[in-house]
């Protein structure tokens, strides 16, 4: 895009309003004191700083987070990181739903928890809502989104992704026309037949640029434009969801566009894939770019001291601020924060999603009288396959592996899910244990 057309953009004409989600079932147990866009990611971060980065990132400083299940902890989040200065006018709120009056249910879905708060939205100057979901992994520019929508006379746009036939039966999924106008949706379509009729043609396969022209249909990324000329008539109904039930109508109604994104995307909404993401951090080159400043991921600064490195071997890993690290061995790793690794322990595929302070001596010396082990990992542990919650205390000589067990098991001390063991938050785990 030209930055003439960048500079007719309107930066105050947009709203931002990210989805939190409901109770995170799919993210269990890593939800259970927690809302979903609170949850750790990749070390230092929130899964919330990727879409609130984002639309930072696009210059859009106005930015609503609707939730309502467990958000101390998103709230202190966002109260300790985004705080713009007095003149800018910019804000990252969270909008928790609440009992009313006039209405005493909680959000039903995007739509419904959009409609409660709709009053609320209206009271600011602006010509289009964006709506963001939070628990997504990707980059992209929200001005580029705006101005396609703009360029189509639009009423709404929904940003798209080319899948293969395999993911496409757990999506939303969109044909288009030439124009790129949405001519029909359909929710997670399994049939054969329906998926022929809805792949993406050659001719459009070449005019998206689509690599080696290989079968692909359009999946809804569940972020979408509206206009805020519209957005009254059509949450002006019972309809609780957008990707479900407002946009199939709307289809028929209205002028809706598909804005097609071809750079990396992934749900982060299950434990196998909030796994599977963090550890693609580690490999030499990640399919997300951390690294990318033209575009930086924003958390909250912890003025944490350098990590301390006393003779492990490491090896595909990410190491986190203020950790201490003794003789390990470290291979396809994520360290979170404030770890502390005991000598001798062997950790392959493990996402560690740290601590939130360092215990004290004290602390430390209670604990052992009481044969519980220190936060952090012992010594002489093996562990693999496994996503460490926070504050977790795992003794020494501990084993930990997902191998030979049931794909979903629910134990006092531990959860697995989809072969992959967790140790809750501020979990026990005593020395000698094997899981």
């Avoid at 987070?65 to 006018?89: C, G, P, V």
């Avoid at 992994?137 to 293969?164: C, K, N, W």
């Avoid at 992934?266 to 770019?289: K, Q, S, W, Y």
């Avoid at 490491?314 to 000598?343: E, Q």
Wanted: glycine residues 8%; contains cysteine.
């Amino acid at each position: 895009m030209s930055q003439t057309g960048r500079q007719s953009i309107n930066i105050s004409k947009v709203l931002c309003v990210i989805m939190g989600g409901g109770q995170g079932s799919r993210l269990f147990p890593l939800t259970k004191d927690r809302a979903k866009p609170a949850v750790p990611l990749a070390g230092k971060y929130r899964i919330v700083d990727i879409p609130i980065s984002n639309c930072i990132n696009s210059r859009f400083r106005r930015i609503y987070i609707l939730t309502q299940f467990n958000s101390t902890s998103l709230h202190s989040h966002i109260s300790r990181t985004y705080k713009f200065d007095q003149f800018s006018a910019g804000f990252v709120e969270i909008l928790a739903a609440q009992q009313t009056f006039n209405n005493t249910s909680w959000y039903e879905g995007t739509a419904d928890a959009v409609r409660k708060n709709l009053v609320h939205f209206l009271n600011h100057d602006f010509d289009y809502l964006l709506i963001l979901s939070g628990d997504q992994l990707y980059r992209m520019d929200f001005q580029d989104v705006i101005e396609q929508h703009r360029e189509t006379g639009a009423d709404i746009t929904i940003a798209t992704l080319p899948v293969s036939r395999g993911e496409a039966g757990a999506l939303g999924i969109m044909q288009i026309d030439g124009e790129k106008r949405i001519t029909r949706f359909v929710e997670k379509p399994k049939e054969s037949a329906v998926l022929d009729s809805l792949k993406i043609s050659p001719e459009m396969n070449a005019k998206l640029a689509i690599p080696g022209g290989r079968e692909s249909f359009l999946a809804s990324m569940g972020i979408y434009v509206f206009n805020r000329s519209i957005i009254t008539d059509l949450l002006d109904n019972p309809l609780s969801d957008f990707g479900k039930h407002i946009i199939p109508h709307a289809i028929n109604t209205h002028r809706v566009f598909s804005y097609v994104h071809q750079g990396y995307w992934e749900d982060i909404g299950t434990i196998r894939n909030f796994f599977e993401a963090n550890l693609d951090l580690v490999t030499e080159l990640p399919r997300f770019n951390f690294f990318d400043m033209s575009a930086p991921i924003f958390s909250r600064p912890r003025y944490l001291p350098g990590s301390k490195i006393n003779g492990a071997q490491i090896d595909h890993a990410v190491i986190s601020d203020g950790c201490i690290i003794n003789r390990a061995r470290i291979s396809n790793t994520i360290v979170g924060l404030r770890t502390i690794i005991g000598d001798g322990t062997e950790l392959n595929r493990v996402v560690i999603l740290g601590s939130d302070y360092y215990e004290s001596q004290e602390s430390v010396d209670r604990h052992e009288k009481e044969g519980q082990p220190r936060i952090g990992i012992g010594a002489h542990c093996k562990i693999e396959n496994a996503i460490i919650d926070k504050n977790a205390r795992i003794g020494n000589n501990v084993t930990i592996s997902a191998a030979g067990k049931p794909e979903n098991v629910d134990h006092e001390r531990y959860f697995i899910r989809d072969g992959i063991v967790i140790i809750p938050k501020d979990a026990v785990i005593p020395h000698g244990t094997v899981i």
